[in-house]
């Protein structure tokens, strides 16, 4: 049985317990957060656990052997130093950290650390949702040939309502290419299969919080950007987002294109589009809707944080390894801060001018 301890027990916290709250061979022990309507959340969902107001206290209980980290994303950098001292296992929230400097010196810590037999797992869940999963294994698979661009929509609602308003401020998400797209550009490197070189981007805050202003400083948070990711071989990616957009259909959807297909995940509807260049034509792509009866709790990502939790878990005992990693975090993290860079000063921004 492997005791969870959750730190940050805002949405994401609860959609965590929740999710192991339905996983064999787990079970949440203790919860921590400074905040008491989050603690009283946390006691409702998860039920009989020890209550933390501090995360060293959680730390130092000797209740835990494994630790989520769904805490503000400022916070991440003190938290995570604090639990890469100990001996627990770590799945660490999206975006690892709000900077790319304090992503490398959680890296540098880890490394010093030394601990091989710990897991440390940064929660880029997208990866899981059961359509995209699917796009994910045929790209991999050549199904679409030498893969060349990828495209990446998502038009939604606006941010969230969280506890003292903290996601309104850039300094406190790393802003919105940080805090919101870091899951895309992680899905742009996992399928393409390598690093970026370059970023260049364009964005605003155009509708969303505009007239938002809290101890006298009104929100910065970007609402809509167009980014395109430049990979080595000429091979590209972009991402279209808009958060002023929930009068939808389809949230996001996420294109692959090689030299001989196309293949296309649509979300939430599960859509799945197969294209094989000189067999189908514009409107004749094959339509398949993909479901995982493996997953016993949907919540709020169609599953995937049910999946991340499993497969957590099978690192955890040594049956699988860990997927993603601090390096993923850290990458996905700095592309979205090269994206910012990119709309300050209107230019290409180098990979390189961003990372030490």
């Known amino acids: 049985m492997i005791r969870y301890g959750v730190i940050g027990t805002g949405m994401m916290g609860i959609e965590h317990i929740e999710n192991v709250n339905a996983l064999d061979g787990a079970v949440v022990t203790a919860v921590s957060d400074p905040n008491e309507g989050s603690r009283q959340q946390a006691l409702e969902a998860a039920g009989g656990v020890e209550v933390f107001e501090n995360h060293s206290d959680l730390i130092a209980s000797g209740l835990c052997d494994a630790v989520v980290v769904a805490s503000p994303n400022f916070t991440h950098i003190d938290v995570v130093r604090d639990l890469l001292a100990s001996d627990l296992h770590l799945l660490i929230e999206k975006p690892l950290c709000t900077t790319v400097s304090d992503c490398e010196a959680l890296i540098e810590l880890e490394a010093a650390a030394g601990r091989s037999d710990r897991v440390v797992w940064v929660g880029l869940e997208y990866r899981y949702m059961p359509a995209v999963a699917r796009l994910v294994a045929d790209a991999s698979s050549g199904l679409a040939g030498d893969l060349q661009m990828m495209s990446i929509i998502e038009h939604r609602f606006p941010f969230l309502v ?49 007239d938002e ?18 990979f080595p ?124």
Request: with cysteine.
């Open 213 to 230: 202003v809290y101890d006298g400083k009104t929100s910065d948070i970007l609402d809509n950007a167009y980014v395109i990711v430049e």
């Open 162 to 210: 969280k506890v003292d308003d903290w996601n309104r401020f850039s300094v406190n998400t790393g802003g919105t290419l940080v805090e919101k797209c870091c899951h895309f550009f992680d899905l742009m490197m996992l399928v393409l299969g390598e690093r970026p070189v370059r970023v260049f981007a364009s964005g605003g805050q155009n509708v969303n919080h505009l």
């Open 233 to 356: 071989g000429q091979r590209r990616a972009m991402l279209d987002l808009c958060m002023f957009a929930e009068a939808t259909n389809e949230q996001e959807i996420v294109s692959v294109i090689g030299d001989t297909g196309k293949l296309e995940a649509r979300l939430p509807s599960g859509s799945f589009f197969t294209g094989r260049r000189g067999e189908h034509w514009i409107g004749q792509a094959e339509l398949e809707v993909v479901h995982d009866d493996t997953i016993l709790h949907e919540g709020l990502h169609h599953g995937s944080s049910y999946v991340e939790h499993e497969r957590f878990c099978a690192a955890i005992r040594g049956e699988g390894p860990v997927e993603v990693t601090l390096e993923d975090g850290l990458w996905s993290v700095a592309v979205g801060a090269a994206a910012h860079l990119s709309i300050e000063q209107g230019r290409p921004v180098e990979m390189s001018e961003v990372l030490s």
